[in-house]
């Protein structure tokens, strides 16, 4: 499946972003999907995931409560909200799909989109 994640920029912090991760080529239903991110000089983080059985969510602890993953089957996209936005949420975003039901390492993942830039400051 191929993936492209859009809607990054930049944001004062306490503000929102909605990330979108469209999907083409497969049904992006029958994918684990996850939001990852990479900061400067920093390993690629897992944030959130969705699982392909039953839309399970999972979360890292340094956003969960502010950020909410969903998918929109009849569009084929996965969205990330992201709300309460701080400093240090600025990163590179990337979606990414995996053939397992829920994953949340980034060698589980098979397919990535190519990141979209999130900036939080004042």
């Known amino acids: 499946v191929q993936l492209q994640a859009s809607g990054g920029g930049s944001v004062p912090p306490g503000g929102s972003l909605r990330l979108s991760c469209a999907a083409s080529?497969?049904?992006?239903?029958?994918?684990?999907v996850g939001w990852f991110r990479q900061a400067p000089g920093k390993e690629r983080e897992g944030i959130s995931f969705i699982s392909s059985s039953d839309d399970t969510t999972e979360y890292a602890r340094s956003v969960k409560g502010r950020f909410t993953i969903a998918r929109d089957s009849a569009k084929n996209m996965v969205y990330l909200q992201m709300s309460s936005l701080k400093p240090e949420d600025t990163a590179v975003y990337y979606c990414?799909?995996?053939?397992?039901?829920?994953?949340?390492?980034?060698?589980?993942?098979?397919?990535w989109g190519q990141g979209t830039l999130v900036t939080v400051s004042s």
């Open positions: 990414a799909a995996s053939t397992f039901t829920m994953a949340t390492l980034p060698g589980f993942y098979d397919d």
């Open positions: 080529g497969d049904t992006l239903d029958d994918y684990a």
